[in-house]
């Protein structure tokens, strides 16, 4: 009898583990399609600024827009680690939390030229 209450609990605690697991997986991949979709949009918001301006935002935007396609390429692989280095340019490998700082900073840039220029017009 106590043999077959253990194996009961240890099958409860394998299917909460493999439940868990499969939670674990559907908010990864849910995160993933919201960092893509955002960055489809961020694509579009560049190529209008592009036609149509104003000039001098630009520059931030594509840059903005250039560190996303950097986060782009690891973010799919289910082993991914934050500290491996993703090629930033044919000859020049950087971590990964180099381009999120990187991302961050162009973000910011770019909001802060945008609330300059619109505060100004």
Request: no cysteine; hydrophobic share 35%.
């Amino acid at each position: 009898m106590i043999y077959e209450d253990q194996a009961d609990d240890n099958e409860s605690v394998r299917a909460r583990a493999a439940a868990g697991r499969q939670e674990a997986e559907q908010r990864q991949d849910e995160a993933f399609d919201h960092a893509f979709e955002a960055y489809e949009r961020l694509r579009k918001a560049v190529a209008r600024l592009e036609l149509e301006g104003p000039d001098r935002l630009i520059a931030p935007a594509a840059r903005l827009a250039d560190m996303g396609d950097l986060l782009q390429l690891p973010g799919g692989t289910p082993t991914f680690d934050e500290d491996e280095p993703v090629w930033v340019t044919e000859h020049d490998q950087r971590p990964f939390t180099w381009v999120m700082s990187q991302f961050q900073q162009a973000r910011t840039e770019f909001v802060q030229g945008t609330r300059t220029y619109f505060n100004s017009v």
